[in-house]
């Protein structure tokens, strides 16, 4: 049960694909993450990894992410994987005349007796991610270049 959302931001892919492989500042946006660290050396590209801590709910969730997909400016794709479930997520760029369609998708699966949660993990996560493009639009049209 995957969940998808789509939003045009007023700037070129290339800004937004700046922003979204700038895992340092990822916080910013992103409020939930608590903490990123191990974050792999050298630049953002394919297989680069790192550790995220952040807030799920009531829950505190530490996962990996590796990057999974890295076609600039146009796609960045990321596993994500924790004790209890792993996901996929993805991030297409599409140019446009008021700048860039962004198109959000994520999947989540459950591990162990978790499986039997993935539903309930995906429409959570949909419910927490649900505003993540307007919080990527603010973040790329108020940064300055």
Known sequence: MAFTRTAT????????FSVLSDVAAAP?????????????PGPFRLGTSWQE???A???????TLRVSTFEPPGKLGLHVESKAMKGDLSFRLTPKSS????????Q???????RLMTGTMNRMMAAEDNDI??????????RRT
């Open 9 to 16: 931001i007023a700037a070129s892919p290339e800004r937004v």
């Open 28 to 40: 910013r946006w992103m409020p939930a993450i608590q903490r990123i660290e191990s974050v792999t």
């Open 53 to 55: 801590t952040r807030k």
């Open 57 to 63: 709910g009531n829950r505190v969730m530490q996962s």
């Open 99 to 106: 700048g860039t369609e962004v198109t959000y998708e994520a």
């Open 108 to 114: 989540m699966w459950g591990k162990g007796l978790m």
């Open 133 to 142: 493009l307007d919080r990527l639009k603010t973040q790329v049209e108020s």
